[in-house]
């Protein structure tokens, strides 16, 4: 009889024990006693999500793919990074049409060229993958938000910078690379600010540096035997501003011309500290690849404006993300060493 | 037998308590089994997220109040709403002067005035708070983002509406609220296109509507009796386009002109049903919302650009957030009407 109470008091006490516990994954499993949602943006580890590149193996990437990691962190998701290994569209839209065909969660894809790849991107949009561009975009695309600098604004920012060290007058040439969107958009943006705000100055050359510091180089040493008044560059990519820099590095001051870069590769930082490049600007890389990544989650998850599934009605995503730009002179030059 | 019954309860409830144990551990770790964080992006029901409008009891800010909201239950915040009642900025920078002082976890505003809440803005920085801009902006604010329209490319594309519906020829003329930087924005987005893209348009007049209904119908019609010629009208927000609207119904056909107009509050939407406006600009008011707390929440829980903190580092939080655009005629009007 004492045993048998003894028995029924310690299983008293376990289902007292197991009852807590059950509670307390309750209370800890995302409701609240209103029966309100409370578990916050939290995603599942099977859902990967796949970021897609060119020219995969550059540094330039990797705060982007921290970016995505660390909003994968946040999210409890999973991430892959696939890429065409060179500078070549087909590559780029065959690696694209695998990822496709996996079926991931999301799609974050940075487009080599503007139209080539619509193709295969709407291939997405038929398979239901969520697909937003970042740092490259692709007019016309359908892709459902872009993530990336306002490139237009970037290249005003870069003629604002050298109209203001040339005192509004001289003569400017610049090196891009014609075939992508956001060298493009940057050239124009410069063009416009250079034609709108400063009648004192000129663009006596637009040169293709290719996106290698060889012919950036070779393309500044050509202007420069061509236009030996030049005032000053603009490049829109970073092998341009380093290949300039280079040629510059012959010419003997007073002859040294101002040199507006992009981005900040080692080889761009080392030449704004020793004052080769007078100033580049710097891209918001790690916010392009969180940013591209919390926007793919909204999309998978349908958290999205009201109404957006239906023809004719609103973006379900901010089509623009604008992740900024920052002038990198001298004075500032140390802070993007550790980036 | 009775005994090895009793061993086998004490058994379990060792082996209950080490599944506590161990349960607790990990939930309370933020590590999932892999040893990477798990719990999602998830707030805390104290921290209070403010909305801070002016004309508060306008149908307008209602999606945008939705938004902010949908994004708190997701988050796990709290949310309140303040605002001016009057089209006033001395009410506004009292009332975000209050905001203030509570020392909410941030703060969203709309800035009735580009340059007066500067100072009140200031403020929030000071005092520790994360603060975002939505819908019209305040340059040179020190606001950590702006989450709304391209206003200046709304306005192109209202030119670019207006000059297809008029073939590209004739005279137009733009009703405003010059004293708002949005409005200011539309107007110069829309007088760039048509100077840049449209030789056969030109724009006779661009008049002040005051954002009432009364003063932008006066002004259509004293523009009309000026100029009787006049082909097509463009109003930068609501109420211009209901005015214009209104003094159009007086005017007989072929008299009418065509009319752009701005947002979709139901006056809006009535009109276009029946062909008084031509077509309208729809803006992403739900997703000005959510994004602005989104961001807030990531300023808040500092997750954000490495480095921001350091002067002269990147931007934190993306400093655009492009809530788009589109363009609402009678084939679309009526999904409008739900949202």
Redesign the interface.
């Known amino acids: 009889m004492k045993?048998s109470l003894?028995?029924f008091v310690?299983?008293l006490?376990?289902l007292s024990?197991?009852l807590?516990?059950w509670q307390?994954?309750i209370r800890?499993s995302g409701e609240?006693g209103l029966g309100?949602?409370?578990?916050?943006?939290?995603?599942d580890?099977e859902e990967q999500y796949v970021m897609v590149t060119f020219q995969s193996n550059i540094d330039y990437w990797r705060p982007v793919m921290k970016?995505f990691e660390?909003a994968a962190?946040?999210?409890?998701v999973a991430v892959d990074f696939r890429g065409a290994t060179q500078y070549d569209p087909i590559e780029q839209i065959t690696v694209l049409e695998q990822v496709i065909a996996r079926k991931p969660a999301g799609i974050a894809v940075t487009a080599i060229d503007p139209e080539k790849l619509n193709e295969a991107i709407g291939k997405a949009a038929k398979a239901g993958i969520p697909l937003v561009l970042f740092d490259s975009g692709a007019e016309g695309s359908g892709a459902q938000s872009f993530?990336g600098t306002?490139n237009y604004r970037a290249g005003a920012v870069a003629a604002r910078e050298l109209a203001r060290r040339l005192s509004g007058r001289g003569t400017v040439a610049v090196i891009t690379q014609p075939n992508q969107l956001n060298h493009r958009q940057r050239t124009e943006g410069f063009q416009d600010t250079i034609a709108k705000e400063f009648p004192g100055l000129s663009i006596v050359e637009v040169a293709d540096g290719k996106g290698t510091i060889d012919a950036s180089r070779q393309a500044a040493e050509d202007i420069v035997a061509r236009h030996p008044e030049l005032d000053g560059f603009f490049a829109t990519q970073a092998n341009g501003g380093v290949g300039i820099g280079q040629a510059m590095k012959k010419l003997k001051l007073p002859s040294r011309k101002i040199v507006i870069g992009f981005d900040t590769d080692k080889g761009t930082l080392d030449m704004v500290k020793d004052g080769t490049i007078d100033a580049t600007l710097?891209q918001?890389t790690?916010?392009m690849g969180?940013?591209s990544l919390?926007g793919l989650f909204h999309l998978r998850h349908g958290?999205v404006?009201?109404?957006s599934e239906?023809?004719?009605?609103?973006?379900p995503?901010?089509?623009?993300?604008?992740?900024?730009i920052?002038n990198v002179t001298q004075?500032?030059v140390e802070?993007f060493y550790?980036?």
Do not use: C
Not at 73 to 76: Q, R, S
């Open positions: 045993k003894l028995l310690y299983g006490l376990t024990f197991l807590f516990l307390y994954g800890n609240d309100k949602p409370s578990d916050g943006l939290v995603g580890v970016g660390d962190a946040k999210l409890n993530v306002d710097a918001g790690w916010n969180y940013w919390l958290i404006q009201p109404s239906e023809k004719g009605g609103v973006h995503l901010p089509p623009f993300i604008d992740t900024g920052t004075d500032n802070l550790a980036r």
